[in-house]
């Protein structure tokens, strides 16, 4: 996982509500308590942005994107399930023309959807 690549996507102060943990302020607790629980787990994560939605402020400062996301969940036998879910982000940035940096994420799985997910169960490679 890309843990490192993504961080300059979010703002160090962010504030989430998440599919692992319910509340959580800092990039940092964020990365430890939500997406290291996460990410690793599922796979074939997706955005469906046909159905993307924003609302922009009048100064283009502050935004918030709305969207539905596909990924696969694994159950603890290695079996995969659908794992549907929406989140919506709020977006920040200190003048216009620079680039927006996430400043609230709030993710959820569709109802009915196991919010627990235990990684695919893969081969591993035979030792050399």
Known sequence: MDYSGSRPLFAEDMITFGTYTAFTIGRE????EQWRHVWGQIGQFRWRLDDLRTIVSRDRLTAVAMAVFESTGY???????????????????????????????????FPGTPTRSFGSRREKPPAL
């Open 29 to 32: 607790a964020t990365e430890t």
């Open 75 to 109: 159950t603890e036998d290695g079996k995969p399930f659908d794992r549907p879910g929406r989140a919506t982000v709020v977006l920040g940035r200190q003048v216009v023309g620079e680039e927006w940096v996430a400043q609230h994420t709030h993710v959820s799985l």
